[in-house]
């Protein structure tokens, strides 16, 4: 469990939504007004390189507010929610020492989970037989999970071969169900975004799915517009397909099938845009479904400086 902050230290923020909801620059403005530094909760801006396919943020918005958890691993390392965990909460007491507020903000649930209630009793990764499971047919996979784990299989994304991977490691590695070590997890989520005071510090951001789609759409487009093809290209070149889990994050994959001829750019700018309205939705079902969060919906037309408003004013209750 992560440890309760002292009296003096300032208490995190949290701030989670799907993909291209807008949460990275309501994110900066509430850093500069709350004097706060930004923790990223997005499992693939760990690693360094992959910048537009991931909207990393640039250069210039990092020199307007400190970000951590950016560019903390390599293409050819594994990286999970434990390191997460531990880089976090070393992120955080640093933040803390200089009488700044955490700000975490991102899109990746399990990350926002494993930090607040802790990671129970899963083995760490095992290098060797994740190699050997991330070289067996996903269908293996399921078959296997629902034979050993049918809790697990009942409710896990089967399209995320990351999540199935990790699900049967631990699984081979404990003798146990993957759902036997999640139930080390808080049972009371409800109290997880809440102060000792019952101030609410959890903020979750929608938009109406009309207004999501079109920012999505329009995020796609500015991807390419930006390069994804020759990033893609160069990661390739240094091992990307190598990795598994980097390989998932969507935009990377679907370029790679590209490059390889198997579609034309026009058509991988479109499933591109499918993929990621298909990802924004399971984020929003997955944040419903496990955590306690106050949600802002945010209208077309606002401003992120509005939002922020919003936002501040219940965090300073």
């Given at each position: 469990?992560?440890?309760?902050?002292?009296?003096?230290?300032p208490?995190p923020?949290?701030l989670?939504?799907?993909?291209?909801?807008?949460?990275?620059?309501?994110?900066?403005?509430l850093?500069?007004?709350?004097?706060?530094?930004?923790?990223?909760?997005?499992?693939m801006?760990?690693?360094r390189?992959?910048?537009?396919?991931?909207?990393?943020?640039s250069?210039?918005?990092r020199?307007?507010?400190?970000?951590?958890?950016?560019?903390?691993a390599?293409?050819?390392?594994?990286?999970?929610?434990?390191?997460f965990?531990?880089?976090?909460?070393?992120?955080?007491?640093?933040?803390?020492?200089?009488?700044?507020?955490?700000?975490?903000?991102?899109?990746?649930?399990?990350?926002?989970?494993?930090?607040?209630?802790?990671?129970?009793?899963?083995?760490?990764?095992?290098?060797?037989?994740?190699?050997?499971?991330?070289?067996?047919?996903?269908?293996?996979l399921?078959?296997?999970?629902?034979?050993?784990?049918?809790?697990?299989?009942?409710?896990?994304?089967?399209?995320n071969p990351?999540?199935?991977?990790?699900?049967v490691?631990?699984?081979?590695?404990?003798?146990?169900?993957?759902?036997?070590?999640q139930?080390?997890w808080?049972?009371?989520s409800?109290?997880s975004g809440e102060?000792?005071?019952?101030?609410?510090i959890?903020?979750?951001?929608?938009?109406?799915?009309?207004?999501?789609?079109?920012?999505?759409?329009?995020?796609v487009?500015?991807?390419?517009?930006?390069?994804?093809?020759?990033?893609?290209?160069?990661?390739?070149?240094?091992?990307?397909?190598?990795?598994?889990?980097?390989?998932?994050?969507?935009?990377?994959?679907?370029?790679?099938?590209?490059l390889?001829g198997?579609r034309?750019?026009?058509?991988?700018?479109?499933?591109?845009?499918?993929r990621?309205?298909?990802?924004?939705?399971?984020?929003?079902?997955?944040?419903?479904?496990?955590?306690d969060?106050?949600?802002?919906?945010l209208?077309?037309?606002?401003?992120?400086a509005?939002?922020a408003?919003?936002?501040?004013?219940?965090?300073?209750?």
């Amino acid at each position: 469990m992560t440890p309760e902050p002292l009296a003096s230290d300032p208490a995190p923020l949290f701030l989670a939504g799907p993909t291209a909801v807008g949460k990275s620059e309501i994110a900066l403005c509430l850093a500069e007004r709350l004097k706060g530094e930004i923790v990223s909760v997005d499992s693939m801006q760990v690693y360094r390189g992959l910048d537009v396919g991931t909207a990393k943020p640039s250069a210039q918005e990092r020199r307007r507010v400190p970000h951590h958890l950016i560019d903390v691993a390599n293409l050819n390392e594994l990286f999970d929610a434990a390191q997460f965990v531990r880089l976090a909460r070393a992120a955080v007491a640093d933040i803390q020492s200089r009488g700044r507020v955490p700000i975490f903000c991102g899109g990746t649930g399990l990350y926002f989970k494993a930090f607040l209630e802790g990671l129970g009793e899963a083995p760490p990764a095992d290098r060797r037989l994740r190699a050997e499971l991330e070289t067996t047919p996903l269908s293996e996979l399921l078959r296997e999970l629902e034979q050993r784990d049918p809790a697990t299989f009942g409710k896990i994304d089967r399209r995320n071969p990351r999540r199935v991977i990790r699900a049967v490691e631990v699984i081979r590695l404990s003798s146990q169900p993957f759902s036997a070590q999640q139930a080390a997890w808080s049972s009371t989520s409800s109290k997880s975004g809440e102060r000792p005071n019952g101030a609410r510090i959890f903020f979750g951001l929608t938009r109406q799915t009309a207004d999501l789609h079109a920012r999505i759409n329009a995020r796609v487009d500015d991807m390419f517009r930006n390069g994804l093809v020759s990033e893609t290209e160069r990661l390739l070149q240094r091992g990307l397909a190598d990795n598994r889990a980097a390989m998932q994050a969507i935009g990377y994959r679907q370029v790679a099938e590209h490059l390889r001829g198997e579609r034309s750019l026009a058509e991988t700018i479109e499933l591109v845009k499918i993929r990621t309205r298909q990802f924004a939705k399971r984020q929003m079902t997955w944040f419903r479904r496990q955590l306690d969060v106050t949600w802002i919906a945010l209208e077309p037309a606002e401003q992120a400086a509005s939002a922020a408003n919003r936002i501040e004013a219940v965090f300073q209750c």
